[in-house]
């Protein structure tokens, strides 16, 4: 079976993440990534909000969703 896929790297301070998106038999899209170069940096001072909150906020700014929307179409241009 060939699956098509695209490969990338993010750098940020320093620290790279190397990722590889494809989709699933089922049309899912799929990141597998090395996620545990990165550091994690503990909350101080201040309670973690669940994430049911944070994706309020999301849903709610349609500025944010154009971008994720444009991110996705260009990630499909890719992947054909």
Not at 7 to 18: F, H, K, L, S, Y
Not at 32 to 43: Q, T
Request: one cysteine or more; charged letters at 20%.
């Amino acid at each position: 079976m060939e699956i098509n896929y695209v490969r990338a790297t993010v750098e940020e301070g320093g620290i790279q993440v190397d990722q590889l998106f494809f989709h699933d038999p089922d049309g899912f899209m799929i990141e597998i990534c090395n996620c545990d170069s990165l550091p994690v940096i503990p909350l101080v001072g201040e309670v973690a909000r669940s994430c049911a909150r944070l994706n309020l906020h999301l849903r709610s700014s349609p500025k944010i969703m154009q971008n994720q929307n444009q991110n996705q179409q260009q990630i499909h241009k890719i992947v054909k």
